[in-house]
C-alpha cells in the first residue's frame, strides 16, 4: 500500500491530520507499518473499532493507539523456532502469555501448501517459526528464560527462542 492509500482509508473514518509511511532507509521499500494521526480522538477510537483485523491485499491489518518511543519497549520481538507444524497462533500466544503482554505474534507458513489466495484461502503448512513482541523487553527476556529449550506441550522437540534480528541492522552488515 502507499502512504495516499492509506490515507484514503484512514480518511473514510474521520479528518486525517497526518499520515506516515514507515520504509527502510536504504531501500525504500515500506517496512509494514506506519502512523495515522486524527484531528479527533472519537476518530481515532473509530478507526481501531472499524479497521483493526481488516483483510487488505491478502493481509491482516492490526491498528491500535501507538506506544510513545522508549527504550523499554525496543528490543521484544523474539524469533522463536522448532515449533511444531500443528501449532497455531493461538497455541503460540497460549504457550508465551504467562511471560508478559503480547503486542503481536505470527507463525510464518508455506504459502505453497496453501489453498487459493482470496477469501477463505487454507494457510499453508507451518514452517515451524514464529515471532512474539512483547510490550517491554524485560517480558521478552523473561520469555526467553522461562520458554527456550523446553519443549511445548504436544511437541517432541524443544523450541529455540532468542531475540529477533532487527532488519535495519541487516542492511548495515552487508560489506559493499
Known amino acids: 500500500m502507499t502512504q495516499e492509500e492509506i490515507r484514503s482509508l484512514f480518511s473514510s473514518i474521520g479528518e486525517v491530520e497526518s499520515c506516515k509511511l514507515i520504509r527502510d532507509k536504504v ?58 507444524k500443528h501449532m497455531a497462533q493461538p497455541d503460540l500466544e497460549r504457550l508465551f502469555s504467562s511471560c508478559g503482554n503480547i503486542i503481536t505474534s505470527r507463525i510464518l507458513c508455506d504459502n505453497i501448501t496453501g489453498g487459493s489466495k482470496g477469501e477463505g484461502s487454507v494457510p499453508g503448512l507451518s514452517k515451524g517459526v514464529g515471532f512474539i513482541r512483547f510490550d517491554q523487553r524485560i517480558e521478552a527476556e523473561r520469555a526467553i528464560q522461562k520458554l527456550n529449550g523446553t519443549i511445548p506441550e504436544g511437541a517432541t522437540e524443544p523450541i529455540t527462542v532468542k531475540f529477533a534480528n532487527n532488519p535495519s541492522n541487516n542492511a548495515k552488515a552487508i560489506p559493499h
Open 27 to 84: 531501500t525504500g521499500q515500506s517496512l509494514g507499518y506506519g502512523f495515522v494521526n486524527y484531528h479527533r480522538q472519537e476518530d481515532a477510537s473509530k478507526a481501531i473499532q472499524t479497521l483493526n483485523g481488516l483483510r487488505l491485499q491478502n493481509k491482516t491489518i492490526k491498528v491500535s493507539y501507538a506506544r510513545p518511543s522508549s527504550e523499554a519497549i525496543k528490543g521484544a520481538n523474539l524469533y522463536v523456532s522448532g515449533l511444531p
